[in-house]
Nanobody, 120 residues
Framework: VQLQAFGGGLVQAGDSLTLSCAAS????????MGWFRQAPGKERELVAG????????YYVDSVKGRFTISRNNAKNTVYLQMNSLKPEDTAVYYC??????????????WGHGTQVTVSS
């Protein structure tokens, strides 16, 4: 499975940005998809995860109410809609996919990161 992320950039605080990630290869093995981020000097953290059908989602507390994860299985693509961005959202964002139902673990495939920078 290969994952390719798009959509990062430089925005101002309060702006919105949408990340997308397209999967290719053995996509039939994918159940869960998610977005992680890693800020300078910090550990990588799970931002959001979504089950295969989209009925179950997970968000880290710091983005609840601001970020929305969704997926289009016909296009093998997962999205992260980010609203009301804050400077502390600045990080490299990675999409990930895995075969298990757990949204907070079991990710086996990783895309290259895309930089999101939020200026104050």
């Amino acid at each position: 499975v290969q994952l390719q992320a798009f959509g990062g950039g430089l925005v101002q605080a309060g702006d919105s940005l949408t990340l997308s990630c397209a999967a290719s290869g053995r996509t039939s093995s994918i159940y869960t998809m998610g977005w992680f981020r890693q800020a300078p000097g910090k550990e990588r953290e799970l931002v959001a995860g979504i089950s295969w059908g989209g009925s179950t989602t997970y968000y880290v507390d710091s983005v609840k109410g601001r970020f929305t994860i969704s997926r289009n299985n016909a296009k093998n693509t997962v999205y992260l809609q980010m609203n009301s961005l804050k400077p502390e959202d600045t990080a490299v964002y990675y999409c990930a996919a895995g075969p298990t139902r757990g949204l907070q673990s079991g990710y086996e495939h990783w895309g290259h990161g895309t930089q999101v920078t939020v200026s104050s």
